[in-house]
């Protein structure tokens, strides 16, 4: 078992660039979820998604989008990136039905320029 | 507002000693708690949870209470080694599989 893989595990942007991180989630688990983490800060939840689509959201701005796949498979866009957009994107997911603690990825470090 | 917070940002424990980090979480709602070690360069990792239905739950070295009057939330290392040198992480259910987490407590052990 893989668990849940994150890619890719770095990346340097542009201030206003896009940029699309992507997270399989750990077999058998149906729901992805998504966290920003700031350098020494806690993880914050930006949304979650199940059945491809997206059940719940943090305080995150619109310019965070994100998207789940048929296959539980899940991707996370943002866009016109700022330099506060520099930090660790973790995805973490989770089997709705069985209630199984979340299991988390080892990030993408997102570095804004 | 959302907010998990904890009382001291470090730990520096001695190895074999025991180890007990503490955690304030804001909503009384919450009925699931988690407490999650998170190594340098590595994505957090489960240590083990609660129910609100619960007092006090025990691990392979590690426990958890839960306070519910006062809404605390600790952690206990039994015979701390070096590799619990770590950032802890409490976190509390605010939905489903939406964690709020707190700042995190540095765990130092010192040989």
């Known amino acids: 078992d893989a668990g849940v893989t994150q890619s890719p595990t770095h990346l340097i942007k542009t201030r206003g660039q896009q940029v699309t991180l992507r997270c399989s989630p750990k077999?058998?688990?149906?729901?992805v979820s998504w966290y920003q983490q700031a350098l020494g800060q806690g993880p914050q939840f930006i949304f979650q998604?199940?059945?491809?689509?997206?059940?719940q959201r943090g305080n995150f701005p619109d310019r965070f989008s994100g998207h789940q796949f048929p296959n539980y498979s899940s991707e996370l866009n943002v866009n016109a990136l700022l330099l506060g957009d520099s930090a660790l994107y973790l995805c973490?997911?989770?089997?709705?039905?069985?209630?199984?603690?979340?299991?988390f990825g080892q990030g993408t470090r997102l570095t804004v320029v | 507002g959302e907010s998990v917070g904890l009382h001291l940002p470090t730990l520096s424990v001695q190895e074999g000693d025991n180890s007990i980090i503490n955690c304030a979480y804001s909503?009384?709602?919450?009925?699931?708690f988690i407490w999650y070690k998170q190594e340098s360069g590595k994505g957090p990792q489960f240590i083990i949870d609660?129910?609100?239905?619960?007092d006090k739950r025990q691990g392979q070295r590690v426990t958890v209470l839960l306070n519910k009057t006062v809404k605390h939330l600790s952690l206990q290392i039994a015979a701390t080694q070096p590799g619990d040198s770590a950032v802890y992480f409490c976190?509390?259910?605010?939905?489903?599989?939406?964690?709020?987490f707190g700042t995190g407590t540095r765990l130092k052990v010192l040989a």
């Open positions: 909503n009384s709602a919450s009925d699931y």
């Open positions: 077999s058998g688990h149906d729901t």
């Open positions: 998604y199940y059945e491809e689509e997206e059940r």
């Open positions: 976190a509390e259910n605010w939905g489903t599989y939406k964690y709020i």
């Open positions: 609660i129910r609100s239905n619960m």
């Open positions: 973490a997911s989770s089997n709705r039905g069985l209630g199984t603690e979340a299991f």
